[in-house]
């Protein structure tokens, strides 16, 4: 396995890919994958997981016990990580159809909206005349 392959493989396992899939995209067997992903703490994927490098620009990461880990070695890395993986974060778009108006609007993390704006609100809520 040469250095290309390692930065990739690292490159995709912060990025959250499996071992089959990883192994898959660069033609190498999965468990070459795994070993050099639990050699490097690239190990598991999830709650138990702690990550030891940025997962934007893979520096080495100085964990404190006792607090929450750290993802990115700083905010920039953070917000150009968020930024290229969008899908990553969930969708917390909902769409509704206002009550006063019935037009169709969005509601970003909002699940209960019934208006569309202030006005419609006003205006049904307390049958004032538009």
Known sequence: ???LQKQRIKKLRLQGQSYSKIAGLLGVSANTVKSYCQRNGLGKIGEEWIEECCRNCGV???QVPGRKPRRFCCAEC???WWRANPKQTGDATYTFTCL???QEFTSY???SRKYC???C???HR?????
Not at 126 to 130: D, G, I, K, M, R
């Open 117 to 119: 704006c202030h006005a």
């Open 121 to 123: 609100y006003v205006t």
């Open 100 to 102: 006063r108006c019935r």
């Open 126 to 130: 307390f049958q004032v005349a538009a």
């Open 109 to 111: 993390g909002n699940k």
């Open 78 to 80: 953070r917000v150009l």
């Open 1 to 3: 396995m040469d250095d």
């Open 60 to 62: 080495e990461l100085a």
